[in-house]
């Protein structure tokens, strides 16, 4: 994340590629038997026994149900949390780890907004801009 920030230097020549799909991808491979989607995330496991500590947010409320959220704040950018947090389980996305999608979310929902490193705050539409640049949209 500090890379997309910063333009890091370090994968100069290598590239980084994602090939992380959106929430419209794992809406249309959620039907059972569930085997495109990563073992222990099936869409009918509870939004909150992955995002423990925020389950005020979505209490009841399937992976599946999130990721076909369309309302504006915070459920644009819940949606793509749970197609992130896929695509990092999936191996989709090597600069996106599950507990760094799960800090993301923790740390947007308690404040509004996601630092990547200090001093640096993204808004809203900057966590949704660096999520979609994991995912082919």
Known sequence: MSGF??????TTGRGVVCTGHSPHYWISVSAPPH???????PPPR?????????????????LLD???????????????IVAALLN???????????????S??????G?????????VYWSHDDIIAYLLTTMSV
């Open 35 to 41: 085997h495109q989607w990563p073992p222990g995330l």
């Open 111 to 119: 404040t509004g907004s996601f630092s990547p490193s200090s001093g």
């Open 5 to 10: 920030v910063s333009a890091n230097a370090s």
């Open 66 to 80: 999130v990721l076909k959220l369309q309302g504006g704040a915070p459920d644009d950018v819940a949606s793509l």
């Open 46 to 62: 509870q939004f909150d026994s992955v995002f423990a500590h925020n389950s005020h947010c979505y209490p009841g409320q399937k």
């Open 88 to 102: 990092a389980a999936a191996g989709l996305t090597p600069v996106l780890s599950e507990s760094a999608v799960k």
């Open 104 to 109: 993301i979310w923790s740390e947007y929902l």
